[in-house]
């Protein structure tokens, strides 16, 4: 623990030391490893006695700050602040085959994690649990693929007409086979999450799930039986206007094609066309880094985590659930898990009315468990011009800045070992960005929040100037803030606008006088799609 503590990098202390939280993270991969790779089971006792050493000594002799991970969740009001300011304000560009698709997926996933309380690596592919899988199997390709796909695909998810409590409506079902610890599970012990298409109280479509859903996988050509969305909007009118109730409460199922039966809904930008898909789900890791940016873009200083949706979604069911369905709900196995690692500093209780004895309040203790306490509408997306001044002028920045340039000068002379310069030079870039990161944390933390009545959504940002160019964007940022239901005909406006841009290459719609021409500009230049 010693050594690590002294060769490994934290992120949350300013001397760069890892906090206990991390060490003791290791400390518990170090007992699995032993106990999986040479079925040995570290004591107990010896367990207690590192703990309590790494607690005093260790802390003492590395100079361990007492700093821990933020434990505020990502509550609704958050998720609303996020998902508007995606859809009405973000104008950040994707990357990708079909650069848009991109912002769907990030709002689908984001329902998905919020709406199931599902891990990262649950909904996304994580490396470590795929590399885990293939060392329990063969290594034919075979083996390698069906570990690959340690993500949410289109088998696990189940599209019915139904009725429920008097209307006929959509519901899909979403099986969480990759729940940790899954392998000990029977079938039956794994949690099934149950959505559908309208809610008991008028919400915004961009908190339904099935607005993100049936795009994507109309995009994908994923429906067995339809062309389209609009296709299954017509048929559940047309069943709402001629069935009558009866015992039999599912009316039908809305296959998928088997071909896409293992496909990940959620792919690398490389192969959002499914047709070119090899089975690979986009990176855990490449959707933290998307969501914490987004997170930035809106307005909160820390970075937005996945784990801050679970903390939340945990919480809530807390209030409302038996702690059977708690359990069942977060896919637990032990009771006090909750409690050690979800449950809040900020307690249930409101000690002032309860001695009291008056009406207590709610209000205050759920807004100072959101993230949103901290949440800033003017946070800095750059440094200030002279906090960036004053960072380029700083010796390691100088020194990295020639670094760069002197291989930028050897890469154009060089023939043979070109990749290694390419590779050190990329190295070196990165670096510089964590500095600059880390410089703009700083800012960030120091500066100050203007409390006044103009809020984000009333200053411009630059989606203001250039939606009237993006025509399926633009009608979107108008409708998906609006409370109406998804088989209305605004809902089908926007469901139609979600599916154009899944499969679109290019966001911008050009006039007729500068549209390409034959993948170039009128100058002859090419344009990167």
């Not at 307690?347 to 209000?363: H, K, W, Y």
């Not at 411009?460 to 108008?478: C, D, I, Q, S, V």
């Not at 088989?487 to 006039?511: F, H, K, N, P, W």
Request: charged share 30%; with cysteine; net charge positive.
């Amino acid at each position: 623990m010693e050594f690590l503590g002294r060769n490994i990098r934290g992120r949350l202390s300013e001397n760069k030391v890892p906090v206990l939280s991390t060490l003791d993270g290791m400390r518990r991969d170090l007992d699995a490893g032993f106990a999986r790779r040479r079925n040995y089971h570290v004591p107990e006792y010896v367990s207690t006695t590192v703990k309590e050493w790494m607690k005093k000594d260790l802390k003492r002799l590395l100079k361990i700050p007492d700093i821990q991970m933020s434990k505020d969740g990502f509550y609704h009001n958050d998720l609303k602040i996020v998902q508007k300011h995606l859809w009405c304000h973000d104008s950040f560009e994707y990357r990708g085959q079909y650069p848009e698709r991109t912002r769907v997926e990030l709002s689908a996933s984001m329902l998905l994690y919020c709406f199931t309380s599902a891990r990262t690596g649950e909904v996304h592919e994580s490396t470590a649990r795929r590399t885990s899988a293939r060392e329990r199997g063969d290594t034919d390709l075979a083996k390698h693929m069906s570990a690959a796909v340690m993500a949410a695909c289109y088998k696990h998810f189940r599209l019915t007409i139904e009725w429920i409590e008097g209307e006929i409506m959509l519901c899909l079902d979403y099986d969480r086979d990759y729940t940790k610890g899954s392998w000990r599970m029977q079938l039956s012990e794994l949690p099934t999450h149950g959505f559908y298409e309208k809610y008991t109280e008028k919400t915004p479509l961009f908190l339904n799930l099935l607005t993100f859903f049936l795009p994507l996988a109309s995009a994908d050509q994923a429906f067995r039986d339809y062309e389209s969305v609009d296709e299954i909007f017509d048929e559940v009118d047309l069943l709402s206007s001629t069935l009558q109730e009866g015992e039999h409460k599912t009316i039908g199922t809305i296959y998928f094609r088997p071909d896409v039966l293992d496909k990940p809904l959620f792919r690398p930008r490389d192969e959002q066309a499914i047709n070119t898909s090899t089975g690979r789900a986009r990176g855990a890791d490449a959707f933290g880094k998307m969501f914490a940016a987004l997170g930035h873009q809106a307005g909160y200083p820390d970075n937005i985590t996945v784990r801050a949706c679970r903390r939340a979604a945990l919480m809530e069911t807390d209030k409302k659930y038996s702690e059977t369905a708690r359990m069942k709900f977060s896919g637990h196995i032990k009771r006090d898990t909750f409690g050690k690692s979800y449950a809040h500093r900020v307690v249930e209780v409101d000690g002032a009315a309860t001695f009291l004895g008056i009406g207590s309040r709610r209000g205050h203790i759920e807004n100072h468990r959101s993230m949103g306490v901290r949440r800033n509408p003017h946070l800095y997306q750059a440094l200030p011009a002279r906090a960036d001044l004053e960072f380029q002028e700083r010796k390691d920045v100088v020194q990295l800045d020639t670094e760069i340039r002197l291989m930028q000068k050897r890469l154009v002379l060089a023939e043979e070992d070109a990749k290694t310069i390419q590779l050190h030079r990329r190295r070196l870039e990165n670096q510089r960005q964590r500095l600059y990161v880390d410089e703009l944390s700083r800012i960030r933390r120091e500066q100050p929040r203007l409390v006044g009545l103009q809020s984000i959504s009333d200053k411009p940002t630059a989606f203001h100037y250039t939606r009237k160019a993006m025509p399926e964007r633009n009608l979107l940022a108008g409708i998906l803030p609006d409370t109406v239901e998804l088989r209305s005909s605004t809902g089908r406006m926007a469901i139609r606008a979600l599916e154009a841009i899944c499969s679109q290459e290019v966001s911008v719609c050009y006039i007729s006088s500068l549209a390409p021409i034959d993948g170039k500009c009128i100058c002859g230049e090419s344009i990167e799609k």
